[in-house]
């Protein structure tokens, strides 16, 4: 699926005189054409991206640094329009995700989220729930169809929260992988493949401006930053050539779509990632941060409030042309130590809404109030102290 970008690299290396229109025009360590041909504009994406696009200059700004110096104005792409929607807070309603293990295996049985919990939340100030599916549920076969059964179930959760006016990730929760080997990869999934997956299920959603299409789960351990970028641009192209194009779209980086890993790993090569017009606004990038010793959410106790993380992460993203993240997983244990950590973070984040969209508190759904991370309900309809101290004040 990206075989329409290679015609512009191959021709900005030989035509150095003006860049037609979509093509690069400028960046760190461009050295092909620098201006734009009449009626595009040379407009700085990022330190690493410029793009001829249409519209007639007012002030141009070609960056065409031979240096890694990132001194460049870093002006806001007039054309990535960011996300100026509500903003969004919510929860996972885990499930379909279940026996997904991190290699990208899943062994049967997942266990449905009860779509229960939606009205339930909804009625607190939840306005987004993320979903996450194993891959194998939607295609059983590689590269094959989506399965109408697991299809119907899932809908019934994604129409629930949608009718209720939510806002829904589609999440494919499978760590960048298929059975244990990686999308792009040698022995794994074909970008082909993978782009084939976000085609039908872009095409499913094409109507429902509501969906957000998380392209996939914390990619970790990946062999190649720029072949990481290389499948998410895949599923992107996938995604609007099937029709949707006016929804958000999540793309992660590595190291567990990490918000501390972002600026330094794959958020260079992310920021290269272009929609269908050539712009990136509706491109956001998804980021996880947890609060416990090791970052792994599997403690009860926090240890930070994540505030001097983030304030990176939001530094970089406003240097970046203003782009936009998502916190898609965060969370803690029952315990104060997290009811004061996870609030503060939650608060930092809404008030960082400009830059940081929204969050996704992991988890509800089918785990039950025992696991460690639970904010399932209580089957009385009371609510988990952590949920009523940490991150009802922080809702939308
Ligand atoms: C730019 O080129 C220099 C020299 O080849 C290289 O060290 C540097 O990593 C490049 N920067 C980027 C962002 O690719
Ligand atoms: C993936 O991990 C699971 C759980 O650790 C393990 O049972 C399974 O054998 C692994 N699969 C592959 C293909 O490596
Ligand atoms: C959460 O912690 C409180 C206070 O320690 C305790 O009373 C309650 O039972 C705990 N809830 C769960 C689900 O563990
Ligand atoms: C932190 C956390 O709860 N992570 C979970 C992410 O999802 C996988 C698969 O659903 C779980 O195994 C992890 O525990």
């Given amino acids: 699926m990206l075989k329409a970008l290679v015609p512009l690299v191959f021709l900005a290396a030989f035509v150095r005189s003006q860049a037609e229109e979509w093509q690069q025009c400028g960046g760190i360590n461009w050295s092909g054409a620098t201006t734009c041909v009449s009626g595009t504009v040379c407009t700085e994406q990022n330190p690493y991206y410029s793009q001829c696009l ?191 194009t006016s929804q958000l779209i999540l793309i992660p980086g590595s190291s567990y779509a990490s918000a501390q890993q972002l600026p330094t790993e794959a958020g260079p090569y992310l920021l290269n990632v272009v929609d269908h017009d050539g712009t990136v606004g509706k491109l956001i990038f998804d980021v996880h941060k947890y609060l416990d010793s090791d970052n792994s959410g599997t403690h009860a106790d926090c240890v930070t409030d994540n505030t001097a993380v983030l304030q990176t992460l939001v530094d970089w993203l406003q240097e970046n042309g203003n782009r936009q993240a998502l916190l898609s997983e965060t969370g803690g244990g029952n315990t104060s130590s997290c009811e004061t950590d996870l609030n503060s973070e939650l608060a930092f984040v809404k008030a960082h809404s400009s830059s940081i969209i929204g969050f996704c508190v992991w988890a509800a759904g089918s785990f039950d109030t025992t696991y460690v991370l639970s904010v399932t309900p209580n089957p009385d309809g009371t609510d988990q102290p952590l949920w009523v101290d940490a991150v009802q004040p922080n809702l939308p």
């Fill in 54 to 244: 249409p519209g007639t200059a007012t002030t141009t700004t070609t960056t065409t640094s031979t240096s890694t110096s990132t001194s460049s104005t870093a002006t806001s792409s007039a054309t990535s329009t960011p996300y100026t929607g509500s903003f969004l807070g919510g929860v996972n309603l885990s499930g379909f995700d279940f026996t997904v293990a991190t290699n990208g295996s899943f062994s049967p049985p997942d266990a449905p989220p009860p779509t229960s919990q939606i009205g339930h939340f909804v009625a607190e100030g939840v306005n987004i729930f993320r979903v996450p599916t194993a891959w194998q549920l939607a295609t059983p076969t590689l590269g094959g169809s989506l399965d109408q059964g697991w299809l119907s179930q899932y809908d019934e959760v994604v129409n629930t929260a949608l009718q209720a006016g939510a806002h829904v990730i589609v999440d494919i929760h499978n760590y960048a992988r298929w059975n244990g080997n990686l999308i792009g990869e040698a022995g794994g999934p074909t970008n082909e493949q993978f782009a084939n997956l976000w085609s039908q299920l872009a095409e499913h959603y094409a109507s429902e401006p509501n969906i957000i299409f998380g392209v996939m789960n914390e990619p970790h351990d990946l062999l190649s930053l720029q072949d990481w970028a290389d499948s998410v641009q895949a599923a992107v192209t996938a995604i609007r050539e099937a029709g949707a």
